[in-house]
């Protein structure tokens, strides 16, 4: 069974950085596209970057210029460098990806549990 598990969260001032890490295991193929998505308190979850197979991203506009997603297929690691913090960033980070579990089988989603980034003013 495939498990995504994110790491690097916490307690930052605005202005600073943190970098978050999403590490895929179990039984995989091939990953496809990966994302992180956030999701503050009373606000519905949104997506902040993706990365597809080939490298190519998005950034939702808020973030733009500050974040920046990557991979590492060799380790199934997803990342993201957050720069230039601001409190409106404070959130839970979810890791997403599209994953082939067996050759010639469908893709499937799979989302990571969570990480709590908070950012003060």
């Known amino acids: 069974q495939v498990q995504l598990v994110e790491s690097g969260g916490g307690l930052v001032q605005a202005g600073g950085s943190l970098r978050l890490s999403c590490a895929a295991s179990?039984?995989?193929?091939?990953?496809?596209?990966m994302a992180w998505y956030r999701q503050a308190p009373g606000k519905q979850r949104e997506l902040v970057a993706d990365i597809n197979s080939g490298g190519s991203t998005n950034y939702a506009d808020s973030v733009k210029g500050r974040f920046a997603i990557s991979r590492d297929n060799a380790k199934n690691t997803l990342y993201l460098q957050m720069n230039s913090l601001k409190p409106e960033d404070t959130a839970v980070y979810y890791c997403?990806?599209?994953?082939?579990?067996?050759?010639?089988?469908?893709?499937?989603?799979?989302w990571g549990q969570g990480t709590q980034v908070t950012v003060s003013s």
């Open positions: 179990g039984s995989i193929f091939t990953i496809n596209s």
């Open positions: 997403y990806a599209q994953i082939r579990v067996q050759v010639l089988r469908p893709l499937y989603q799979y």
